[in-house]
């Protein structure tokens, strides 16, 4: 279905996120006929290019990042690089601002949806907000679309959300949380709303417990100085797994709309209780073993680095539905393989009717993210053949790709619908300013306390499944964490 007519204005146009998703995913939806070619592009950042130069990036940025999966005819291409424009600007000074308010203006054609995308770093988010506003662009039509990471605690994120609001009402402001836009992700909301099937059961009196991983194999190749103030606390979890905890235990919203949704996640964000040192677990991977790769402090080239590449911690949710029942979470760099999953385990049924050596045997629900969206549900069978009642586990397996055929293959980016739903003006799938402030409320205080104290994470083998110490963290309590496939 295509979307209104709307220009979007990228500023960092040319930095590493413009080039890897936010281009490659308008060209997609230009593709699939969703983007208008009435619609305009603009990037703007400090490189001296014009148009020609520009689009040159583009169609290379395209080339080498954006063309899996996409069914493009011939001249597609040169049909979208005709969207886009280039703006040389600088956001602390005044070049380039009058010429960008005056492209937006001789556009020809109707009415657009006004779209900014700050792809630039935070410290950047109060100079363009002013300057959008001093040069008269920022009416109360206008959106903007800022990426994380949304401040470094409480305090900065609070600074930046008083910095945008000061020129946007929050109905403008689209805070993006990728997570929020890959389509398991939002089809966990399908899962448990759209189905009699799980949610009579999605309880405390039924689950045993949930864990969610994330495991990469990539390092911080690239991003060294950032990801060395950050770690896997404040890059990962804090966000994206933070979207992915509110998801599976908010209680029902009254309707799939931005308000309804968004405080049923912050009433789970702010019923998170404390989490003690003893239930967190910090690593920093080591050095491969062939030596190809080096480990996390030669990387960040800071031998003293405390900084997590790797989290493991229990968390509980201090509420009627989920009081008692633990949530592990674990995301880490360097590990074996890419998989993220939400595992929702559980309870063994009550009594066995078929005796001890039948053995023990729980449902899973798995959701998986990556690398093959789908879900899984485990279920408890009798082992076919003759020998009597034995009971064996096997997946009901919902691979999309295979249930729903060749279509389903194609999964879009997360940026794709993200981007589309900025047009849209639909926020459900973006972060409100009170919840990342709830978020960063939760996540400083154990960040100070690894500070009061000291800490220091422990070291990981490159390619393994984690620190060992993050294995004895579920198996104290019984339980074990899924196999990183
Ligand atoms: C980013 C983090 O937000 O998400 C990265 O800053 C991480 O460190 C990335 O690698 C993971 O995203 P995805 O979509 O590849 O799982």
């Known amino acids: 279905i295509p979307v209104d007519p ?21 060209f997609r939806r230009f593709c699939d006929g969703q983007m208008e070619d009435n619609s305009a592009i603009i990037g703007a950042a400090r490189s001296d290019l014009d148009t020609a130069a520009y689009r040159q990036m583009v169609r290379e940025a395209i080339v080498e990042f954006g063309q899996e999966g996409g069914s493009c005819e011939a001249g597609t291409m040169e049909a979208f690089l005709e969207t886009v424009h280039y703006v040389s600007i600088d956001a602390r000074g005044e070049t380039g601002w009058s010429e960008l308010a005056g492209l937006l203006d001789k556009l020809p054609g109707e009415e657009r949806v006004r779209a900014f995308y700050f792809s630039v770093g935070p410290s950047l988010f109060g100079d363009l907000a002013e300057r959008l506003h001093c040069h008269g662009m920022a009416g109360s039509e206008a959106r903007i679309v800022v990426e994380k990471p949304f401040g470094h605690d409480l305090g900065t994120a609070k600074a930046l959300n008083k910095t945008l609001a000061q020129h946007f009402d929050e109905s403008q402001i689209y805070r993006i949380d990728h997570y929020l836009g890959k389509e398991t992700v939002q089809n966990l909301m399908a899962i448990r709303f759209a189905n009699m099937l799980f949610e009579p059961l999605w309880n405390a009196q039924y689950i045993d417990h949930i864990q969610i991983t994330v495991a990469e194999t990539v390092g911080v190749a690239g991003r060294e100085d ?36 968004r405080d049923e996640k912050l009433k789970v964000i702010r019923a998170l209780e404390d989490v003690p040192a003893k239930d967190i677990v910090r690593g920093q991977y080591l050095e491969s073993d062939d030596g190809s790769k080096p480990g996390f402090r030669e990387h960040v080239q800071n031998p003293e680095s405390t900084t997590e590449s790797f989290i493991a911690l229990k968390l509980h949710i201090s509420n009627w539905r989920w009081a008692g029942t633990p949530f592990y979470l674990r995301t880490g760099k360097r590990l074996k393989s890419r998989t993220s ?21 729980c449902n899973i629900l798995t959701i998986v993210l990556q690398p093959n969206e789908g879900i899984e549900l485990g279920v408890t069978i009798k082992e076919p053949g003759p ?93 074990r964490w899924r196999e990183i496939r």
């Open 387 to 479: 020998g009597g009642m034995r009971l064996v586990d096997v997946p009901l397996d919902m691979t999309f790709s295979e249930a729903l055929g060749p279509e389903a293959e194609f999964v879009p980016d997360a940026y794709e619908r993200l981007i589309m739903d900025v047009i849209r003006g639909n926020q459900t799938l973006f972060m409100r300013g009170d919840e990342v402030e709830a978020a960063w409320a939760w996540t400083d205080p154990i960040i100070a306390e690894w500070g009061a104290r000291e800490d220091t994470p422990v070291a990981y083998d490159s390619g393994s499944s984690g620190p060992v110490e993050a294995l004895a963290l579920m198996h104290r309590d019984g339980r």
């Open 226 to 261: 950032y990801y060395d103030h950050a770690g896997a606390m404040r890059d990962m979890v804090q966000n994206h797994i933070m979207q992915l905890l509110c998801l599976i235990a908010m209680e029902p919203p009254a309707k799939f709309e931005p308000d309804a949704v």
């Open 6 to 26: 709307f220009v979007l204005v990228i500023f960092g146009g040319t930095g590493d996120l413009a080039r890897r998703k936010i281009l490659p995913a308008l």
């Open 341 to 361: 999953e939400i595992a929702v385990v559980f309870k063994d049924a009550p009594h066995s009717i078929f005796g001890a050596e039948a053995g023990r045997h």
